[in-house]
């Protein structure tokens, strides 16, 4: 059974304990002669959240836990023959599990047999072209201890995925009758049902934060790996990245920190004055009804995919900076650049800083205007020297915001700026950004064993810590000025 499917039937049976904790709850007053504590409902909710959430916690737990130790079981009967020379044995656990995916496959569409196994077994050359036939493709050839262990691989998950579908329903059954048992007309079935859900909530509250934990944890880990394997002064201070999976590769981390700067700072050298010049005069100058329409038009940039601007930047913007612009200066030849890129994105950072900016100063008191007015100011001094003084902790909160946004992007930057990396100062040349490079380390059969995908964590480490600290300094400014005009 899969999991959507027992998801639904765990639901199903809250929805039933519903119905029969409040009908005992009525039953029993009416037979006991007292009256309910609560409300018929929360006799029933008790039953149905009893019912349903130790059962879903179970699923959750189940399904995080059982690839890590069928994994574990399924990798220590690979032996070290199956494992080729200068690969590793997480590349060989990719075939298994494209195998047994295949399996699945064939077994599905009723093409799978105890023959058709014995068959393939025999003849491991056919597996590769029938796998192929439900789009599975393989890394390298299937060797009798990797088809045996993706046997093995398929044997465990659907013994497992049985196994899980009964404790479910037993835990559901299980807790939703000691539930119903447990109800009487003086059961305080309100201060039970709200604990619960209190709970719930407050497990809820901590997703965001046990994320963020995950997170850190996971890139921290990884980056541990990576530094063990090639050393961290040369990764921070080379400037060349040349990384090759055969070995001898190079990891300098500047030129990609350089590509990332230059090109969030052509965005904001762009989006900044534009965002919040829109945001001043809509704020304080245009009418009712030119701002009903022009705010939601601009706001639609921010809607339109990342994907499009690539587009735009690519078909559009390049050609016209390199045709008009860098050709006639002798800048450079190619359509990507950073100039490109960073246009693109300043265009798509439009959006996000003046909306932020009107809002900030739309919450401006509007005493304060008046009292500038009172003592004689006109509307273009008040803006400058007591508007936006008073909104400038809401608005370096938009451009971190967009510059947050800026370091992070990844598909304009693949589209509009290239994926070259190198340090140069021309806006003209094509150059990449550090986001730009973890995707393109990650994509493909990838063996984490390897120093070339670990880089990824380490890059993404970096990038954190980087916003991090872009963060505190702004909460620092903010705190700053807020205490100053409050």
Request: charged fraction near 15%; charge should be neutral.
């Amino acid at each position: 059974m899969t999991p959507g499917v027992l998801v639904i039937l765990v639901l199903v049976l809250g929805g039933i304990g519903f119905v029969l904790g409040r009908r005992r709850a009525l039953q029993s007053a009416a037979r006991e002669g007292l009256k309910l504590h609560s409300l018929p409902g929360y006799y029933g909710q008790t039953v149905a959240l009893f019912t349903v959430v130790p059962a879903l916690f179970l699923m959750a737990t189940w399904l995080f836990l059982q690839p890590i130790a069928i994994e574990n079981s399924v990798s220590s009967q690979i032996p070290d023959s199956a494992v080729a020379e200068g690969s590793a044995r997480s590349l060989v656990m990719v075939d298994v599990r494209r195998i047994a995916e295949g399996l699945d496959s064939l077994a599905e569409q009723g093409a799978l047999s105890e023959q058709v196994l014995l068959d393939m077994r025999a003849d491991l050359t056919n597996v590769r072209s029938r796998l192929a036939e439900v789009g599975v493709a393989l890394g390298s050839e299937v060797s009798p201890a990797v088809f045996e262990a993706a046997k093995s691989y398929r044997g465990i998950e659907h013994t497992a995925s049985s196994i899980r579908t009964v404790a479910v329903l037993i835990a559901a059954l299980v807790f939703g009758a000691w539930a119903w048992m447990r109800i009487k007309p003086r059961m305080r079935a309100r201060n039970v049902s709200e604990t619960f859900v209190k709970a719930l909530l407050m497990g809820s509250s901590l997703v965001a934060i046990l994320t963020t934990v995950g997170i850190i944890g996971s890139l921290l880990f990884e980056s541990i790996q990576f530094f063990k394997l090639y050393p961290a002064t040369e990764f921070y201070f080379s400037t060349v990245w040349n990384p090759q999976f055969r070995g001898g590769s190079d990891f300098g981390f500047l030129p990609l920190l350089w590509g990332t700067l230059y090109v969030s700072f052509i965005a904001l050298l762009v989006a900044v004055p534009v965002g919040l010049m829109i945001a001043i005069y809509l704020a304080e100058y245009a009418g009712s009804h030119l701002r009903s329409f022009a705010k939601p038009a601009i706001e639609v940039l921010a809607g339109i995919p990342t994907i499009v601007y690539g587009l735009f930047a690519l078909i559009t913007v390049g050609p016209f900076l390199r045709d008009w612009i860098a050709q006639p200066l002798g800048l450079g030849t190619s359509s990507s650049s950073v100039m490109t890129a960073g246009l693109v994105m300043g265009i798509m950072l439009i959006p996000f800083i003046s909306s932020l900016s009107d809002d900030i100063i739309n919450a401006v008191p509007q005493a304060m205007r008046d009292g500038s007015y009172g003592l004689g100011a006109t509307q273009s001094e008040t803006i400058k020297q007591v508007i936006l003084p008073a909104a400038l902790p809401g608005i370096v909160g938009a451009f971190l915001l967009a510059a947050s946004r800026a370091i992070g992007e990844t598909m304009i930057v693949v589209m509009g700026a290239g994926a070259a990396a190198r340090l140069n100062l021309n806006p003209f040349e094509a150059m990449t950004t550090v986001t730009v490079k973890i995707v393109s380390q990650l994509t493909g059969d990838t063996e984490f064993a390897s120093p070339e995908t670990l880089v990824a964590f380490a890059l993404g480490l970096t990038l954190f810590v980087f916003t991090l600290g872009l963060n505190v300094l702004a909460l620092y400014i903010v705190r700053k000025y807020r205490e100053q005009y409050e």
